[in-house]
């Protein structure tokens, strides 16, 4: 059964620092990973979609990395700003399609 | 373009009583899918459509719960019989293929008192 890990739950920075939030997943078998962020009372928005035969994407500001054999796939946010203040969650695909959700990580960055 | 639209927003009940949750997919999509996220917990999937059939439905909680789409669009998830424990945030995902990025609505918070 795959399992989705985020790590850490929760962070707070100061505004411009350079960040990272990681995802783990059990079952390396997975068809692609997408990086959601939600917004208090919102749904979600897609930031990043990453297939397995992918290492990278990148969006403006926001990098993601994929590497599939060990189960890890890293969220980096260069120059971060206080609108980046939201919960980001991973989410992995394996061969059916269904999205397992992590547990997300909680960032706030304050001025 | 649109996105996913999601009605009701907000959805008070009492116990007992049964509630329709309306999904308006992005135009074109031809996968739609069910999530839940309750109070503490992370995100559920609940159901998956591929055009008008339902080819996984391994996430619904119960019985009380169904869920139809029509025309290939419009998807309609119905509880019965609410319980308290259905209390949580109902979210619409749509995409163009079953593989693609999924487009999230904005929920339907359902309290059941």
């Known amino acids: 059964k795959q399992e989705v890990t985020q790590i850490p739950a929760a962070l707070s920075v100061p505004e411009g620092e350079n960040l990272v939030l990681n995802c783990s997943f059990t079952?390396?078998?997975?068809?692609?990973l997408q990086w959601f962020r939600q917004d208090p009372g919102k749904g979600l928005t897609s930031l990043l979609l990453i297939q397995s035969s992918q290492r990278e994407q990148t969006s403006g500001r926001l990098n993601a990395s994929l590497d599939k054999s060990s189960g890890r796939s890293t969220l980096y946010i260069a120059a971060s700003q206080p609108g980046d203040s939201a919960t980001y969650l991973c989410a992995v695909r394996n061969n059916t399609d269904k999205l397992i959700f992590g547990t997300g990580t909680r960032l706030q960055v304050f001025p | 373009g649109a996105g996913v639209s999601q009605s009701p927003s907000n959805k008070v009940t009492e116990k007992g009583k049964d509630v329709e949750l309306r999904c308006d997919p992005i135009s074109g999509h031809t996968a739609l899918y069910w999530y839940r996220q309750s109070l503490g917990q992370g995100l559920e999937f609940l159901i998956y459509?591929?055009?008008?059939?339902?080819?996984?439905k391994s996430g619904l909680p119960s019985d009380r719960f169904s869920a139809e789409r029509t025309g290939g669009s419009v998807s309609t998830l119905t509880i019965q019989r609410t319980q308290q424990e259905d209390s949580a945030v109902y979210l619409c995902?749509?995409?163009?293929?079953?593989?693609?990025?999924?487009?999230f609505g904005p929920g339907t918070r359902l309290l059941v008192l």
């Open positions: 459509f591929q055009g008008n059939s339902a080819p996984d």
């Open positions: 995902a749509s995409s163009q293929d079953r593989r693609e990025t999924q487009y």
């Open positions: 079952d390396s078998a997975i068809y692609n």
